[in-house]
Nanobody, 127 residues
């Protein structure tokens, strides 16, 4: 059974840090590009990061660049998203998804290029 599961979401204060995990079951995540996405209340789902099958290049949306970092832990068949200097506007449900390669927001309908999606994990940044 193929499954992709996000975990690590929590309630954190502004300026805090959080680590999200995207773990795959039933297939090898190292064979796929993995994108991170988020959807805030009342907003469209947006891509924020992607890591390629070879780990480079990686992509970051401008609003998270320098604060978020994506990496692989192939031994655990997972991809991590390290989040720091969190802001209230980072509050959203965070999703990971796989594709044959990274597709970013500059491409029309880029969300449709991702095949497997997790169920999401909630990140709330509030004082």
């Amino acid at each position: 059974h193929l499954q992709l599961v996000e975990s690590g979401g929590d309630l954190v204060q502004p300026g805090g840090s959080l680590r999200l995990s995207c773990a795959a079951s039933g297939f090898g995540l190292e064979h796929y590009a993995v994108g991170w996405f988020r959807q805030a209340p009342g907003k469209e789902r947006e891509g924020i990061s992607c890591i390629s099958t070879t780990d480079v290049p990686t992509y970051y949306e401008d609003s998270v660049k320098g604060r978020f970092a994506v990496s692989r832990d192939n031994a655990k068949n997972s991809v991590l998203l390290e989040m720091s200097s969190l802001k209230p506007e980072d509050t959203a449900t965070y999703y990971c998804a796989t594709s044959y390669r990274c597709h970013t927001s500059g491409n029309p309908n880029y969300l449709k290029a991702y095949s497997y999606w997790g169920q999401g994990t909630q990140v709330t940044v509030s004082s």
